[in-house]
């Protein structure tokens, strides 16, 4: 198993994304604090891990809360001892509509979760990675974040700054055992993007040279191999998970 022996904090995860990796690494061996705002989705989750054989705590995090991510780290130290690997994946979508219309207390709201938090949440894992003797941090950021669009300008922003951040830190870390990269999804089948696109999900692959929209499972996958010791010389990358989307110029 490629996360046996690890433990890891993955943000978001009771739904999309998070949820889908948060199970892939547990089945991968790790010791999982799965985190999210509603007990009654995470427990469930935590007794389907137990169930399967896995390791699993659940922790209330609401990630624009400095101190509820200081708990998490602190309770994954707490239970398992160390901490390995972190799935920085919590995001909320942003209005769409021309930069000069932008309401910035809504910008505000969505840097809050879709920027902030992941420098938050690096700011409490890195030193907890440090005492373990290294680790492997994967930030969410989108297609998004490697490209542009017209009306999405708060989201695309904060996807951007995701991008340098995971850079930079990488840059900072890399001779201290700790890998940074992250992963840029295109149009995943979650419940974000079928809100995104109103269910339809043949409208959202239009574009993608695969001709369809990814799993959250095959996103996971990713975010497993990143947090592996099989990625140990990859940082600083950012993975487009995309179906071929950023081959496409223009």
Not at 85 to 99: D, L, T, W
Not at 146 to 162: D, V
Request: aromatic letters at 4%.
């Amino acid at each position: 198993m490629m996360l046996e022996g690890k433990v890891g904090v993955v943000t978001g995860a009771t739904a999309g994304l998070g949820r889908a990796a948060a199970f892939a690494m547990a089945r991968e061996g790790a010791a999982v604090v799965v985190t999210g705002r509603d007990p009654a989705e995470g427990d469930p989750m935590v007794a389907e891990i137990r169930a399967s054989g896995g390791r699993a705590i659940f922790e209330i995090v609401d990630v624009i809360d400095e101190a509820a991510i200081a708990r998490m780290v602190a309770r994954a130290l707490d239970e398992y001892g160390h901490l390995d690997i972190a799935y920085n994946n919590a995001g909320i979508e942003s209005p769409a509509c021309p930069v000069q219309d932008v309401d910035l207390a809504v910008v505000k709201a969505a840097y809050d979760v879709n920027l902030f938090s992941i420098l938050a949440c690096m700011k409490h894992e890195i030193p907890a990675m440090l005492a373990s003797g290294g680790g492997s941090i994967v930030n969410a950021t989108s297609v998004w974040g490697l490209n542009a669009g017209p009306e999405r300008s708060t989201y695309i922003a904060a996807k951007h700054a995701i991008s340098g951040l995971t850079k930079t830190a990488a840059l900072e870390l890399a001779t201290k055992n700790i890998r940074v990269n992250a992963i840029a999804p295109g149009p995943i089948r979650t419940p974000m993007m079928l809100r995104d696109w109103e269910g339809d999900v043949d409208k959202a692959a239009l574009g993608v040279p695969m001709g369809r929209v990814g799993e959250a499972d095959e996103v996971a996958e990713a975010v497993v191999w990143l947090c592996s010791d099989r990625a140990s010389y990859i940082t600083g990358h950012v993975l487009p998970i995309d179906g071929g989307m950023m081959c496409k110029v223009g």
